[in-house]
C-alpha cells in the first residue's frame, strides 16, 4: 500500500495535537486532519506565505524566534477551532445569552467563545509564569536574599508550576487523549525524517520524543530567562513588585528569540554534547505526550502526505473543501481511488432479448 516517495524534502515539518487530531505545517501550508465520530478522517489544507519571504528581515537569527513564537499562537489558536468546526462541535444551536451577546457585539459566537479563551489563556499565564514567581522575588528580596538567591528560586518556582500545571492537564481525560495525539505528530514526523515509509506500523516504532518539540521549547525559555535575570538582577535590580513584573514581561520576547535559536542549535546537532543538553527538554515531554494508537497515527501520517503533496488527484471532497479519507494510504501521493464496479443485472431479470 504504502510507496516510498522518491525524494524527500529536507526541510523541518512540524505540527500540533488538537481535538481528535493532528495539524502538521511544513514551510508554506498546513494541513489539519480530525477523525469524525463516524470514522472518517477529515482534512483543511491551508496554504501561505511564510513571513520571512514578504519581509526577509523577519527570518533573521534572533528576531525569528520572534517571529515564530506570535505566528505559532495565532495560527495554534486557529488551528483549534477549525478542528472544533471540522468536527462539528460548534454547530449546536447556541444559546439565547451567546445569541444576544454576539448581536451586541457583531461577531459570530464561535469567534466570541475563541476571543474569550485566548484572554483567559493569557491571563492564566501571566499570572501562574510571571506574576507569582515576580511576587515569590519579590518578597525573598524585601526578606534580605541576594539576587542570585532570589532569581534562581523565582525560576525554580516556574519551572515547579510549568510541571504542576502538565501533570494536572494530563489527569483530564480529553487532554490526555491529545497528549496521545501528541505523540502520534512525534513518531510521525520522526518516521518521515528517517525516509522510511509513512504507515502506522513503521511510525509506532519510534519515540515520542522530539528535539523540536514545544514543550522542551518552554523549558528552554525558562532556563534562559534564569540565566538572563540573573545577569541583569545583579547590574539592575528593581524593588518594586509592579515594575519588575512590567520589566519581565518586556523581556519575554528577547528571551523568546534566544530560546528559539538554543532549540534549533540542540535539534539539529548531533554532537555528544548537544544531545546532553536537550535531554532534560525530552524528558519533559513524557509530561505532555502519551502512546498513541494506530488510528491517531493515521491521521497524523495523513496531515504529513497532505502538507507535503497536496491532495491526491480525485480526492473526494466536502462542501467545504475539506478532503476526505477513509484510510491513511488514501492520502498519499499517486493514489488512485478503485473504480466502482458496475451494477450486477438481478439474478431474477433477463440479461437480454431472450425469449421468455
Not at 71 to 83: A, Q
Request: charged share 20%; net charge neutral; with cysteine.
Amino acid at each position: 500500500m504504502a510507496q516510498k516517495p522518491a525524494e524527500q524534502k529536507t526541510f523541518d515539518v512540524g505540527g500540533q495535537a488538537v481535538m481528535e487530531g493532528v495539524m502538521m505545517r511544513s514551510p508554506n501550508a498546513t494541513a489539519v486532519t480530525v477523525r469524525r465520530p463516524d470514522g472518517t478522517m477529515v482534512t483543511k489544507l491551508t496554504p501561505f506565505v511564510p513571513l520571512k519571504e514578504k519581509h526577509p528581515w523577519m527570518g533573521k537569527p534572533f528576531i525569528r524566534g520572534i517571529i515564530n513564537m506570535g505566528t505559532m499562537m495565532y495560527y495554534g489558536m486557529n488551528t483549534l477551532e477549525d478542528s472544533t468546526k471540522m468536527l462539528g462541535i460548534l454547530d449546536e444551536e447556541p444559546s439565547k445569552f451567546e445569541k444576544w451577546l454576539a448581536k451586541k457585539l457583531g461577531k459570530g459566537v464561535d469567534k466570541i467563545v475563541m476571543g474569550l479563551a485566548i484572554v483567559l489563556a493569557i491571563v492564566l499565564s501571566l499570572g501562574l509564569f510571571m506574576a507569582i514567581p515576580a511576587a515569590v522575588e519579590n518578597w525573598m528580596k524585601a526578606a534580605g536574599a541576594s539576587p542570585i538567591a532570589y532569581t534562581l528560586v523565582g525560576g525554580l518556582v516556574k519551572i515547579l508550576i510549568l510541571v504542576g500545571y502538565m501533570c494536572f492537564c494530563g489527569l483530564v481525560p480529553d487532554v490526555r487523549r491529545t497528549f496521545q495525539y501528541h505523540g502520534a505528530e512525534h513518531k510521525s514526523v520522526h518516521c518521515h525524517e528517517s525516509g522510511k515509509p509513512l504507515t502506522p506500523e513503521n511510525a509506532q516504532t519510534f519515540s515520542r520524543l522530539h528535539p523540536r518539540c514545544g514543550t522542551a521549547f518552554l523549558l528552554i525559555v525558562f532556563l534562559v530567562s534564569i540565566f538572563l535575570f540573573l545577569v541583569l538582577n545583579v547590574i539592575l535590580p528593581i524593588n518594586n513588585f509592579i515594575l519588575r513584573f512590567l520589566f519581565h514581561l518586556a523581556m519575554l520576547p528577547i528571551v523568546a528569540g534566544i530560546s528559539y535559536e538554543v532549540l534549533m542549535g540542540l535539534a539539529h546537532s548531533k554532537s555528544k554534547a548537544a544531545c546532553r543538553l536537550r535531554w532534560p527538554g525530552m524528558q519533559m515531554q513524557r509530561l505532555t505526550t502519551r502512546e498513541p494508537d494506530e488510528k491517531m497515527l493515521e491521521c497524523a501520517i495523513i496531515s504529513v502526505n497532505v502538507v507535503l503533496n497536496g491532495f491526491p488527484e480525485g480526492c473526494e471532497k466536502t462542501p467545504e473543501g475539506w478532503g476526505v479519507f477513509r484510510n491513511y494510504y488514501e492520502s498519499e501521493p499517486g493514489y488512485v481511488p478503485p473504480e466502482k464496479p458496475a451494477d450486477d443485472v438481478p439474478a431474477d431479470e433477463p440479461a437480454g432479448d431472450e425469449e421468455k
